[in-house]
């Protein structure tokens, strides 16, 4: 299996750390066993929580909004031997010169669906979880 980061990419306030609390509620409904829970930091955001199915680790962080917190995130999800990593990072802007320091992951960017609607907005949240939560099984396989 080769080592995977996942980001999902967006704006500010689109939603993206709203989406890895669903992610991570829906790892733990599908039996993914938690190893260590960095989630209770605020409302939507959060350091870190590490998942391990079949012995195999998946650690996400929710903050995305600085190349530094999430390069070091990241650093501490890959020193816990996690092999897929999820995180937010902005659309555009240096967050998104993260992978250069994971060089033996690869890196896919799933971007945050958006809308105006209001009350479209939680929709679109758990159909992002959900096409996250299916490459992480696809990935496991």
Do not use: H, W
Request: contains cysteine; proline residues 1%; glycine residues 6%.
């Amino acid at each position: 299996m080769k080592k995977t980061i996942i980001a999902l990419k967006g704006k500010g306030k689109s939603g993206k750390s709203t989406t890895l609390r669903l992610l991570s509620n829906k790892l733990e409904i599908q039996g993914f066993k938690i190893i260590i829970d960095k989630r209770k930091i605020n409302r939507t955001d959060f350091k870190y929580v590490v998942f391990s199915k079949n012995g195999i680790r998946v650690g996400i962080t929710s903050y995305g909004d600085l190349l530094e917190i999430i390069k070091n995130n990241l650093k501490i999800l890959e020193n816990l031997n996690c092999k897929i990593l999820i995180c937010a990072c902005r659309s555009r802007g240096e967050t998104l010169n993260f992978p250069k320091y994971f060089s033996s992951y690869r890196v896919e960017f799933i971007e945050k669906s958006i809308t105006d609607i209001v009350s479209e907005r939680n929709k679109l949240n758990k159909s992002d979880a959900n096409k996250i939560y299916k490459r992480i099984k696809e990935i496991l396989k």
